[in-house]
C-alpha cells in the first residue's frame, strides 16, 4: 500500500510519528519535575451511599497542572510516568497527599487511592503508606486502594507480594471498572475486595439497553451475595440514580452527586444537606 501511494504518504506517516514521539519526550522531561515544581494535585469526587443518604468518603484523582499545557489529563501522563518509571514516584506522591488530606476529614470517611500495576512490583510502596497512614494518624481501613483487573492479568504473581501486605495492613482493595476487564471473577475469588465498582459504560447505558441493566442488576446481586460493596460510577442522570436504588446499589459516584473538587472543597460537601434532600427516595 505504501508503495502504491508513493514515497510521499510514506514520509508523512514517519513525520506524525516523529511528532507524536517528540511530543512525548517532551511530556516525560516535563513530567519528570513536576513534582518538584508543584504542579501535581488531587482532585477529590465523593461517593455516595444510597442506604444512609450519607457522604462515606472520596477517591482521590491526580491533575496535573502544565505550565504551559494547562490541565493535562490522567489518560495522557499517567501512561507516560509507567512507561519511564515515573509512576513509583508519583504513585508514592498521590499516597502522601491523599493521607496527609484524609487527616483533616471526619473519621467515618475514607479515601480511595488509584494505583498502576508497576507499582505492586516495587515494595518500596508499603514503607510509603505504612508512614503515611503513621503520620496522618490514620486507620488502615480508612485507605482504599483501587485496582483495575486488567492490571492483575499480568503478573499476578509478583503483585501478590505487595497485595497481601497491604491487606495484612488492614487497607482495603476495591475493584476498579468492574466488566471491562477479563478475568474479572477469578480476581473476585483470589482477592478479599471491599468493593466493585461497576464501570461507567454500564452505567451510562443501562437505561437503554435492556440486556445492560441485566448485568448492572447481576453485579449488584452478585455482591450482596459475596457480602461486599457494589459502586456504581459515572452516575449522571436522576433517572440513573432512581434505578439504581430500585436495584439496591450501596454506593454511587458521579457528575449527577458531584464534580471531582478541590481538598479545600471537601468539608463544604460533607456539610452540605443537599444529598438528603435531593436524593432520598
Ligand atoms: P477511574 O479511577 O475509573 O476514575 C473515574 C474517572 O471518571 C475520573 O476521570 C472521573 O473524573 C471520571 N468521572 C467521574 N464521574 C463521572 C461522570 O459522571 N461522567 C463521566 N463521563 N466521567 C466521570 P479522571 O480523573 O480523568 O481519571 C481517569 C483515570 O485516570 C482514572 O479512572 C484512573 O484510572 C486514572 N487515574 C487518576 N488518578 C490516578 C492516580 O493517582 N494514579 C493512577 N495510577 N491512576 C490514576
Ligand atoms: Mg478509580
Ligand atoms: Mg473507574
Ligand atoms: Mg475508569
Known amino acids: 500500500r505504501a508503495k502504491k501511494a508513493g514515497p510521499g504518504t510514506v514520509c508523512f506517516f514517519e513525520q506524525a510519528d516523529d511528532r507524536s514521539s517528540r511530543e512525548r519526550k517532551a511530556l516525560r522531561a516535563d513530567l519528570a519535575g513536576a513534582i518538584a515544581r508543584n504542579e501535581l494535585f488531587l482532585v477529590f469526587q465523593p461517593f455516595l451511599d444510597l442506604g444512609t443518604n450519607r457522604i462515606t468518603g472520596f477517591e482521590a484523582l491526580l491533575r496535573w497542572h502544565h505550565p504551559s499545557r494547562g490541565l493535562v489529563p490522567p489518560s495522557e501522563f499517567i501512561p507516560v510516568a509507567e512507561e519511564t518509571g515515573l509512576i513509583h514516584e508519583i504513585g508514592e506522591w498521590v499516597i502522601r497527599r ?15 487511592v488509584n494505583f498502576s500495576a508497576a507499582q505492586f512490583h516495587n515494595t518500596a510502596i508499603l514503607q510509603t503508606i505504612v508512614q503515611a ?7 488502615p481501613h480508612r485507605l482504599e486502594i483501587e485496582i483495575t483487573e486488567s492490571m492483575l492479568l499480568s503478573k499476578y504473581g509478583s503483585a501478590a ?6 491487606l495484612e495492613l488492614g487497607v482495603t482493595l476495591a475493584l476498579d471498572d468492574f466488566g471491562t476487564g477479563f478475568s474479572s471473577l477469578t480476581y473476585l475469588r483470589k482477592l478479599p475486595f471491599s468493593r466493585i465498582k461497576i464501570d461507567q459504560s454500564f452505567i451510562r447505558d443501562m437505561l437503554v439497553q435492556p440486556d445492560c441493566a441485566a448485568i448492572v442488576k447481576s453485579v449488584i446481586s452478585l455482591a450482596r451475595d459475596l457480602r461486599i460493596g457494589a459502586v456504581a460510577e459515572g452516575v449522571e442522570t436522576a ?3 432512581e434505578y439504581l436504588r430500585q436495584i439496591s446499589c450501596d454506593e454511587v459516584q458521579g457528575y449527577l452527586i458531584s464534580r471531582p473538587v478541590a ?7 460533607l456539610e452540605t444537606k443537599k444529598y438528603r434532600a435531593i436524593y432520598a427516595a
Open 98 to 112: 491523599a493521607c496527609a488530606t484524609l487527616a483533616d476529614w471526619p473519621e467515618d470517611i475514607r479515601v480511595a
Open 133 to 139: 497512614l503513621a503520620e496522618a494518624r490514620i486507620a
Open 161 to 166: 507480594t505487595v497485595l497481601n501486605a497491604l
Open 239 to 241: 433517572d440513573q440514580l
Open 263 to 269: 481538598a479545600d472543597g471537601v468539608m463544604a460537601l
